[in-house]
């Protein structure tokens, strides 16, 4: 069955501090897509990316950077030098495609919360 | 930012009431996806619409049907509420079912 873990329920470090924030995922797919969105206090959620299964390049995009490891089934992300503006809760999802007729929804991990203390 | 509106943003009502939520999109997705917040569940998907007309069930379909007569606007009723149904239900939408999903900006709903 479909299944995303993140494991740590909260973390708290101080700014300036490298954070990682682990998800692992179970799929019987050989397509899918993985996210990571963010929470913010405002409650909105934000889009943050985006890699499908056939991706195992590392992506980088400014302090925030991606792991994507298909032999430990694995989407990690990892915050660089930290702010108290990425205090948010983090959710890892995945999607595939076309199993079992759900077209496409997401099935959401129950969220990191991370707090970064100035 | 995708331009997805809810309404109302926060409800409060009691139980046995009927509430109906409205998503509203301007994007022409033809996907369209409600979820709801829990603490401890992350999000699950309660009902999507494929385009005008065609939905289905989610993980969490008891209690609450859907309704889409137009591609922008996508309808959340729960017939009778009860309190396990206080929750935060986000809408979201996307052109293609495995693309990039965005959300809307929530609903609080409080059922007494």
């Known amino acids: 069955a479909q299944k995303v873990t993140q494991a740590q329920t909260e973390i708290s470090v101080v700014e300036k501090e490298d954070v990682t924030l682990d998800c692992v995922y179970e799929?019987?797919?050989?397509?899918?897509?993985l996210f990571w969105y963010k929470q913010p206090p405002s409650g909105e959620l934000v889009f943050l990316i985006r890699?499908?299964?056939?991706?195992?390049q590392n992506e980088i995009s400014g302090r925030y950077s991606w792991n994507f490891q298909k032999s430990t089934s694995s989407f990690n992300f990892t915050i660089t030098a930290s702010q108290v503006v990425d205090s948010a809760v983090y959710f890892c999802?995945?999607?595939?495609?076309?199993?079992?007729?759900?077209?496409?929804?997401?099935?959401f991990g129950k969220g990191t919360k991370l707090s970064v203390k100035p | 930012d995708a331009g997805i509106t809810q309404s109302p943003r926060h409800k409060v009502t009691e139980t046995g009431t009927p509430v109906t939520l409205r998503c509203h999109q301007t994007?022409?997705?033809?996907?369209m996806y409600w979820y709801r917040q829990d603490p401890g569940h992350g999000l699950r998907l309660i009902h999507y619409?494929?385009?005008?007309?065609?939905?289905d069930k989610g993980e969490v379909s008891d209690g609450y049907s859907v309704s889409r007569s137009k591609t922008e606007d996508f309808l959340l009723t729960l017939e009778s509420a009860t309190s396990s149904q206080t929750s935060v239900y986000f809408c979201?939408?996307?052109?293609?079912?495995?693309?990039?999903?965005?959300f809307g900006p929530g609903t609080r709903l409080l059922v007494l």
């Open positions: 619409s494929y385009g005008v007309k065609d939905t």
């Open positions: 994007e022409n997705h033809r996907y």
């Open positions: 999802a995945l999607s595939e495609a076309w199993y079992g007729g759900s077209q496409g929804n997401l099935i």
């Open positions: 799929t019987r797919d050989t397509t899918y897509y």
């Open positions: 979201a939408i996307s052109e293609l079912p495995k693309e990039t999903q965005y």
């Open positions: 890699r499908n299964s056939f991706d195992e």
